[in-house]
């Protein structure tokens, strides 16, 4: 069945590091697939998706290129800040209109 | 703000208890989705419904079901209520035009069971 694989956190980095969070998937077909960020207390929220093979979401400075030979949709950031502090969430949406989630990131940035 | 409206907020009751959450979709969207989030846990797949009807099934137990109303609200209810289903249950909506739709999270429901 379809499924995401994320890497284990939590992942603590400094003010202004660069930020590499993996996600990789399986699926039949070809997904859309998507970042959810998660804040402390809150609910999700759509960071950024991409629906096709080389597509590059982008929003807020958090990139991700979908890559349909590696099957892989790594979410990057260039200089991360301690507001960026969350549970990051990959997550593909299959023919079936069913979203399946990784099992988050927790970022923690100190300043 | 999603536009996606859960209530209640938060809920604390006993082992053996039944309850009800309640999930009021963004206007114009069709599909409801309810995800289960344990401590230390991803999001756990439950249901999804689409305009009323049941579209798609996961991890969810017996002793839960759920439902989505001519308005499109939905219900989850769980009963013969365990410790171990102290969780954060989240409701999400999606207008699911094409594949590129995303789904909408409300702020979720904390359930505590003692």
């Known amino acids: 069945g379809n499924s995401v694989t994320q890497m284990e956190g939590p992942v603590t980095l400094s003010e202004e590091a660069f930020l590499t969070i993996n996600c990789t998937y399986t699926?039949?077909?070809?997904?859309?697939l998507f970042w959810y960020v998660q804040y402390p207390g809150e609910g999700l929220q759509l960071l950024l998706k991409?629906?096709?093979?080389?597509d590059k979401g982008s929003n807020k400075g958090f990139e991700a290129t979908y890559r349909k030979e590696t099957t892989s949709f790594h979410l990057e950031k260039g200089s991360v800040q301690v507001s960026d502090s969350a549970v990051y969430f990959c997550?593909?949406?299959?023919?079936?209109?069913?979203?399946?989630f990784g099992t988050g990131t927790r970022l923690k940035v100190l300043a | 703000d999603s536009g996606v409206t859960q209530t209640p907020k938060h809920l604390i009751t006993a082992t053996g208890q039944r309850v009800t959450l309640r999930c009021s979709p963004r206007?114009?969207?069709?599909?409801v989705y309810w995800y289960q989030q344990s401590l230390d846990q991803g999001l756990q797949f439950l249901i999804q419904?689409?305009?009323?009807?049941?579209?798609a099934k996961g991890n969810i137990l017996e002793r839960f079901s759920a439902q989505q109303f001519p308005d499109l609200h939905s219900e989850l209810n769980l009963s013969s209520l365990e410790l171990g289903d102290s969780a954060l249950y989240f409701c999400?909506?999606?207008?699911?035009?094409?594949?590129?739709?995303?789904?909408?999270f409300g702020q979720g429901t904390r359930l505590t069971v003692v």
């Open positions: 999400a909506s999606s207008v699911h035009r094409d594949r590129a739709s995303e789904a909408f």
């Open positions: 699926a039949t077909g070809y997904p859309s």
């Open positions: 991409a629906t096709k093979a080389d």
């Open positions: 997550a593909l949406l299959s023919g079936t209109y069913k979203y399946i």
């Open positions: 206007s114009g969207d069709l599909s």
């Open positions: 419904y689409y305009n009323g009807e049941e579209r």
